[in-house]
């Protein structure tokens, strides 16, 4: 295909093996790169801007392969994405990646992804755009996942890629002759034993690390065909999952369900 103008972030930093392997990847298959993103872990700030103090970026071409323009940003994920799309790429890309996340962005997770937060940046230009995560935070082999990601994104574009359309690809932790056939998904909604463990620093003041656990429920979801496995169903029976999200976050429900609002004003 005629190569893309490809623009790459991520949350877990310039350094990350993740975003480097996604970016030679990109490159390898013949298309422009650029990367922008955060100068450290960011992982779990979801769509925080910073607002209240400057934001830096600075060229760190040397961390990747040769060709590939990139940048280390002070900021968010969010922010990198705002900053590439309005101040630093020259024009507009064919195509917007984050990641390789290092772990999973499955289900609800998603509303406190930096990954998906990137993503979705572009996807409210109106650019296609796809998260993609390695879903074991120990895994350390992001060749398979990156060049699947590669594969999904330049069939999508020669296909159709909707206005709106958001893809969130996760991929197991394994060898790429050990997947399974990649598959739609739909959502899950993972709830969690949220626990706090509170500790004591050596000045006596009392501090807190979260510290809850993902409880899964692999038979339900939310919205989407029911007869789509969920992102987490799917993951487990070591296959990957493509789910489509949009920014869209008004009430599916019937209107009939709403409380009735009886309020004198």
């Not at 992982?43 to 209240?52: I, R």
């Not at 958001?166 to 899950?188: D, F, H, I, Y």
Request: charged share 20%.
């Amino acid at each position: 295909m005629t190569p893309l103008r490809i623009l790459i972030s991520n949350d877990d930093g310039v350094f990350a093996d993740g975003i480097r392997t996604l970016a030679a990847a990109a490159a390898a298959a013949g298309h422009q790169v650029t990367v922008v993103c955060p100068d450290q872990e960011r992982s779990a700030t979801g769509h925080g801007l910073t607002l209240q103090t400057p934001i830096r970026a600075e060229r760190a071409d040397e961390l990747f392969d040769p060709g590939i323009k990139a940048w280390a940003c002070s900021g968010t994920p969010a922010d990198c994405m705002k900053l590439a799309l309005f101040e630093l790429l020259p024009e507009k890309p064919d195509l917007v990646l984050s990641g390789i996340n290092h772990g999973p962005n499955l289900g609800t997770d998603v509303f406190c992804s930096g990954t998906v937060a990137a993503a979705m940046e572009g996807t409210l230009e109106g650019l296609p755009a796809m998260a993609v995560s390695s879903a074991c935070f120990q895994w350390r082999e992001f060749q398979a996942a990156a060049t699947l990601a590669i594969q999904v994104a330049e069939a999508a574009l020669a296909d159709r890629w909707p206005e709106n359309l958001l893809l969130n690809l996760n991929v197991p932790p394994c060898k790429q002759e050990a997947m399974g056939k990649l598959s739609w998904t739909r959502l899950s909604i993972r709830r969690y034993d949220e626990q706090f463990s509170p500790r004591v620093d050596p000045r006596g003041r009392t501090y807190y690390w979260l510290a809850g656990e993902a409880v899964e429920d692999f038979e339900s979801g939310g919205d989407g065909p029911r007869d789509w496995p969920t992102d987490v169903a799917q993951i487990q029976a070591n296959a990957p999952s493509l789910t489509p999200i949009q920014p869209e976050l008004f009430w599916r429900g019937g209107l009939s369900s709403l409380p009735q609002l009886h309020i004198d004003q």
